[in-house]
């Protein structure tokens, strides 16, 4: 990792701190921060900082590495049985990967707005979901329109600290892992019983949800070194800037941004507050390759997603 120091003008400064996503998650991100502001205000005040030694990452490692894969095993070959095509849109970004040109990501924020949010949660409560259950089904009525499948697969990511080693919470590491997602899009289907079980499926996924990506799509039915999806949904309970500076009290005109990207076509980041940011980021073909693209205007060029 590295940071930069950056003085902007005389009362603006700005740190950037870059770092490989294998050091830590998104989970990781208040920990090492509120060590780094205590431990700044206690230098400010001529004092020794004193922060507890956390939990060693190697607990972790070591609790992954004895695990039987047998019965997650099980687990996925059963949520992924009788699966026959991918849950795969037409990106133009994955294209422009496929063709060896380095596609450009961007990122697109829509806000939901305070009465859709508050009419959101309060459903979801009333019939015993979670704004994420309500988000994963709206997603995968998305990609079963636009992909014309009726099973359809999406990927979701899993903190990965309840079900591991005592005191996850606590440490500092790598522990999120995204898994798939596979749900049936029926228009005959009880909408509340189909959001029940997309509910139920969510919480089997937790005892399961350590398993590399990797090994999942090896115990699929779809043929070896086939990806199992090309979008998938991130749901956060906060924002960043929003949880720190709330602890950071005492720190005004403080600022957090978090900058990051993912492998896949499409991530859907959620962040649930008084109104629910919904922040896409997308890949896209670089702008020098459109017009001189050798299916342009053609008829054999298929429908592209594009969210330009």
């Known amino acids: ?153 999406f990927g979701a990511t899993r903190a990965g600290r309840h079900s591991t080693v005592p005191g996850a919470e606590a440490m500092v590491g790598l522990f999120i892992n995204t898994v798939p997602v596979r749900t049936g899009v029926a228009p005959e289907t009880n909408v509340l019983a189909w959001l029940g079980s997309l509910r139920q499926t969510w919480v089997d996924i937790r005892s399961h949800e350590h398993v590399p990506l990797a090994r999942i799509q090896s115990w699929s039915p779809l043929p070896r070194g086939t990806a199992l999806f090309d979008s998938i949904v991130v749901f956060e309970n906060y924002l960043l800037n929003d949880l720190l500076r709330e602890e950071l009290s005492g720190w005004a005109g403080v600022e957090f941004q978090y900058l990051g990207q993912t492998n896949f076509g499409l991530t859907v980041m959620v962040y649930s507050g008084a109104d629910l940011l919904l922040r896409i980021g997308f890949l896209a073909e670089p702008i020098w390759r459109r017009d001189d693209s050798p299916h342009a205007g053609t008829s054999r060029h298929p429908p592209r997603i594009s969210l330009h």
């Open 1 to 153: 990792m590295r940071g930069h120091w950056v003085r902007i003008s005389a009362t603006q400064i700005r740190f950037l701190w870059t770092f490989h996503h294998a050091l830590l998650d998104g989970r990781s991100f208040p920990i090492v921060l509120r060590e780094v502001f205590a431990s700044y205000s206690a230098i400010a005040e001529g004092k020794q900082p004193e922060i507890s030694a956390p939990r060693p990452y190697e607990e972790f490692i070591t609790w992954l590495e004895n695990q039987d894969w047998n019965r997650s095993e099980a687990f996925w070959r059963q949520q992924l049985q009788g699966l026959t095509a991918p849950g795969h849109l037409s990106v133009e970004g994955l294209e422009a990967k496929v063709q060896g040109t380095e596609p450009d990501y961007h990122e697109l924020d829509l806000h939901l707005g305070r009465p859709a949010t508050d009419a959101l949660k309060s459903f979801a409560q009333s019939h015993a979901l979670t704004p994420n259950t309500v988000v994963q089904a709206a997603w995968a009525i998305l990609l079963s329109r636009y992909s014309g499948e009726t099973d359809v697969v």
